[in-house]
Structure formats: structure tokens, C-alpha cells
Nanobody
Framework: QVQLVESGGGLVQPGGSLRLSCAAS????????MGWYRQAPGKQRELVAT???????NYGDSVKGRFTISRDNAKNTVYLQMNSLKPEDTAVYLC????????????WGQGTQVTVSS
């Protein structure tokens, strides 16, 4: 079982930056693809970014060039650096850990609120 705890959300002005962190209990090294998703009120959950243990990344179209995902396997932590934030980035950001082989090993954090507003 993997438990995920997000932190780093908050209120930021348009054009600003935030860095989210996701701390995982238990070892996530090599076994899990880690990701960030977001959900805004009235909208479906959407992919923000994922990263494999080897460092391969994938980004949603709306955040490419502005957000960067990274992971520290020694610290069991995943980060999301968000730059040039826009009001439409406002959402609850959720951390995800998905096992590379066992589909049922799919875990979510409780989420952290990001609000972009002047």
C-alpha cells in the first residue's frame, strides 16, 4: 500500500509560480509511474504530468512548456514546478502512483488546492 500526501498549494497571482510536493510512504522506486492530475469544479479530472522511475515524462497539452515534473526516488517524493500560472490552472491537484504491472495498485492523494487569481 502506498500513501500519498500533497503539499505546496495556495493562492498565486497570474504569471506567478508554485511548487507542489507529493511525499509517498513506502518505496516507489522503479515500481510506480508517478503523476499529477487536476480537477476543477464541474470539470473532469485531467492529466497534468507523469514521470517514470527512469525519468521519462509526459505532459498534458495545456501545461506543456510551463510545468515541470520531477522525482527524487531516494526521498520518495515527486514535485511539480508550475510557472506562468493562469486562472484556468485553478483546480485541486492530485498526486497519483500507478504500479507498472499491477493495475489495481493505483493510489491517489487527497489533493491540494491551487488558486490563480488577482
Amino acid at each position: 500500500q502506498v500513501q500519498l500526501v500533497e503539499s505546496g498549494g495556495g493562492l498565486v497571482q497570474p504569471g506567478g509560480s508554485l511548487r507542489l510536493s507529493c511525499a509517498a510512504s513506502g518505496s516507489i522506486y522503479s515500481s510506480y509511474v508517478m503523476g499529477w492530475y487536476r480537477q476543477a469544479p464541474g470539470k473532469q479530472r485531467e492529466l497534468v504530468a507523469t514521470i517514470t522511475s527512469g525519468g521519462s515524462t509526459n505532459y498534458g497539452d495545456s501545461v506543456k512548456g510551463r510545468f515541470t515534473i520531477s522525482r527524487d526516488n531516494a526521498k520518495n517524493t515527486v514535485y511539480l514546478q508550475m510557472n506562468s500560472l493562469k486562472p484556468e490552472d485553478t483546480a485541486v491537484y492530485l498526486c497519483n502512483a500507478r504500479h507498472i504491472l499491477v493495475r489495481s495498485y493505483n493510489y491517489w492523494g487527497q489533493g491540494t488546492q491551487v488558486t490563480v487569481s488577482s
